[in-house]
């Protein structure tokens, strides 16, 4: 398979070589600057994006290619009810090459199963984020110059915040890094992730941000996903849970970095913005040539990931996961892989 859909498509090698590749590319642009000359991006936004959607379509610029889009479902003949298995053949008619964003988790699998051109996942519901976290990661290098060995904690939503998945999962395959899980008991790591990633990490769970603050190497905050709640009330309570302000800094490390994949809403004060830790707008500026490098990649053929549904089984059990693709797209069987649905990665009991 030549797309990417979960972070764990790319090897570490892989992950290595784009991060090396977008520092380049931050210090010579110019050496890039056509390298995917009469190619085009289709950037399929099915959910609202400021960062991902301009990013890619800024990276594919700045490779010298163009870029067709998709802002939203109720422009495109989703609003019609046409299937993600459809779309994806179509826009393979007219594309090199796909960024998909969807509210519904595993809709961009889905693509890259039918398309024949490489599917980026830029976002699945609560589930993966992994362009993301490539972003995180040439960060975290740019800033602290290793990621072995680090200790980051992740603070806020860890329940709904894809970011927060994507991103454990790359942590896993590196060396000695330690993770600190803080967030009230409703917004806890999904089973998924401690069954998986987690499993091989040294970790630990809190919901107090002010005694972890001390041992970290890096914070990362997110925001608490309004988008995912089905109880409004229970999302009034839990909003405002973490707000990370100078005072709170005075105890963390005065070479912490502090990432955030944005938008923020009121988790960070903007009084931190100023303090040379806050590294979240730097972080944006990585996407988009972790981006760059990753559509250079893709489109090279060089990146060959093992095939989506080798080693799956169609099974006649539904998905529990109530955001699941299976649930809409028609006639899609739903595949079980190591007893977890090969779309979003729920348990099938
Ligand atoms: N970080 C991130 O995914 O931002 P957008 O939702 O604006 O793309």
Same mark, same amino acid.
């Given at each position: ?67 067709? $889009? ?31 964003? !969807? =509210? ?6 889905? @693509? @890259? ?17 992994? /362009? ?5 990661? %040439? ?16 603070? &806020? ?7 927060? #998945? ?47 603050? =001390? ?35 005075? $105890? ?7 990432? !955030?994949?944005?938008?923020? +809403?009121?988790?960070?004060?903007? &009084? ?6 806050? %590294?979240?707008?730097?972080? +944006? ?19 060959? &990931? ?8 169609? /099974? ?7 955001? %699941?693709? $299976? #649930? ?12 977890? %649905? +090969? ?7």
């Amino acid at each position: 398979m030549n797309s990417v859909i979960d972070i764990t498509d790319l090897s570490v090698k892989e992950i290595d070589s784009l991060i090396n590749t977008a520092m380049d590319m931050h210090q010579n642009p110019e050496k890039y600057s056509s390298v995917c000359k009469g190619k085009k991006l289709a950037a399929m936004f099915f959910e609202p994006s400021t960062r991902t959607r301009l990013s890619f379509e800024a990276a594919m610029l700045e490779l010298g290619g163009s870029v067709l $889009s998709v802002h939203s479902s109720a422009t495109s003949s989703a609003s019609k009810g046409e299937s993600i298995n459809d779309t994806s053949k179509v826009v393979s008619c007219y594309a090199d090459i796909m960024a998909m964003r !969807h =509210p519904l988790e595993g809709a961009p699998a889905v @693509a @890259a199963v039918s398309a024949s051109i490489p599917v980026i996942n830029a976002g699945d519901g609560g589930h993966c984020h992994p /362009t993301q976290t490539l972003t995180d990661l %040439c960060t975290i290098k740019s800033e602290k110059g290793v990621i072995n060995g680090l200790t980051v904690g992740f603070c &806020g939503d860890l329940k709904y915040g894809r970011t927060v #998945h994507s991103l454990i999962s790359a942590l896993a395959r590196y060396e000695n890094v330690r993770v600190v899980l803080i967030s009230p008991d409703e917004l806890k790591i999904p089973e998924y992730v401690k069954e998986g990633p987690l499993k091989n990490m040294e970790f630990s769970e809190t919901d107090n941000l002010e005694k972890a603050l =001390p041992e970290l190497d890096v914070l990362y905050m997110t925001r608490v996903q309004q988008e995912r709640f089905a109880d409004r009330e229970q999302y009034e309570r839990l909003r405002d849970v973490y707000i990370l302000d100078t005072e709170k800094l005075k $105890s963390a490390k005065e070479d912490m970095i502090i990432l !955030h994949p944005l938008p923020r +809403v009121n988790e960070i004060s903007v &009084g931190v913005d100023a303090d040379k830790r806050a %590294c979240y707008f730097k972080q +944006v500026m990585w996407g988009k040539y972790m981006r760059m490098a990753l559509i250079m990649l893709l489109l090279s053929g060089e990146h060959k &990931g093992a095939d989506l549904l080798e080693g799956a089984s169609v /099974t006649q059990k539904n998905c529990p996961n109530s955001r %699941c693709i $299976s #649930h809409t797209e028609q006639e899609l069987p739903v595949y079980s892989k190591n007893g977890r %649905c +090969v779309w979003c990665d729920e348990e099938l009991n």
